[in-house]
């Protein structure tokens, strides 16, 4: 499944996306991944629908949040509309995917209008025993909050520490810079300015390490 992030990762780095699918080899991928969970299956239908998520972060281009930002939020939403779209249903693939594209980033929107800093930690990394998603907010330590009460909680909790062990260690350092999984939590122009680079490389390398960190979390479920 790692190996999935380098078209990834490429594409909205250079903003150079696949080609958009045929009507048959969609029919095709979609039947792979409805009938046997093909995962490979599953990353051609996103990799190959990249190119809307650019389509419709366009829209946002003028919010205060970073583009790059949205269109990440905005691959999040096409890798749950490929999860949950029906095969049976009456809409195609690009629209339904295009709603939750859509929806996704309204959503993270909206809930980040206060907290600037929290821009990722909503994204979906796991389940819980009743198919409840939890995000990488509910991961981390808060100190109203305790996260070992339950043994479900403590074993999301190690599932968390395991995959943040993948993560290089330039990685890692922004990750708990960023998230404040050893001190305060930091901007990323601050990050930058400490580490002396960019602000952009300091976004692509958390993008990055959050994309790792989502499909490990979801392969734990």
């Known amino acids: 499944m790692i190996f999935f992030l380098l078209p990834i990762i490429g594409a909205i780095k250079s903003e150079s996306?696949?080609?958009?699918?045929?009507k048959e080899e969609e029919e095709y991928y979609l039947n792979l991944y409805a009938t046997k969970k093909d995962q490979n299956a599953r990353n051609k239908l996103i990799e190959?629908?990249?190119?809307?998520?650019?389509?419709?972060?366009?829209?946002?281009?003028?919010?205060?949040?970073?583009k790059d930002d949205i269109l990440s939020i905005g691959v999040i939403g096409l890798m749950k509309a490929v999860d949950s779209f029906k095969i049976n249903a009456n809409n195609k693939l690009a629209t339904y995917a295009?709603?939750?594209?859509?929806?996704?980033?309204?959503?993270?929107?909206?809930?980040?209008?206060?907290?600037?800093?929290?821009?990722?930690?909503?994204?979906?990394?796991a389940c819980d025993k009743d198919g409840n998603?939890?995000?990488?907010?509910?991961?981390?330590?808060?100190?109203?909050?305790?996260?070992?009460?339950?043994y479900e909680n403590k074993k999301l909790q190690e599932s968390l520490n395991k995959a943040l062990k993948t993560l290089s260690s330039r990685e890692y350092d922004i990750i708990s810079r960023r998230y404040?999984?050893?001190?305060?939590?930091?901007?990323?122009?601050?990050?930058?300015?400490?580490?002396?680079?960019?602000?952009s490389y300091v976004s692509r390398i958390e993008k990055r390490?959050?994309?790792?960190?989502?499909?490990?979390?979801?392969?734990?479920?």
């Open 17 to 22: 996306y696949p080609r958009k699918l045929t």
């Open 48 to 66: 190959h629908n990249l190119r809307l998520v650019a389509h419709i972060a366009k829209k946002y281009e003028n919010t205060l949040e970073d």
């Open 98 to 125: 295009a709603r939750c594209i859509e929806n996704e980033i309204l959503m993270t929107l909206r809930a980040n209008k206060n907290k600037r800093n929290i821009l990722h930690l909503q994204s979906p990394i």
């Open 133 to 150: 998603e939890m995000e990488l907010l509910d991961m981390i330590e808060d100190k109203d909050v305790d996260l070992y009460k339950s």
């Open 180 to 199: 404040g999984l050893n001190k305060e939590a930091q901007t990323q122009k601050e990050i930058a300015k400490e580490l002396k680079i960019s602000r």
């Open 209 to 221: 390490a959050l994309l790792k960190l989502y499909f490990l979390m979801k392969d734990e479920k």
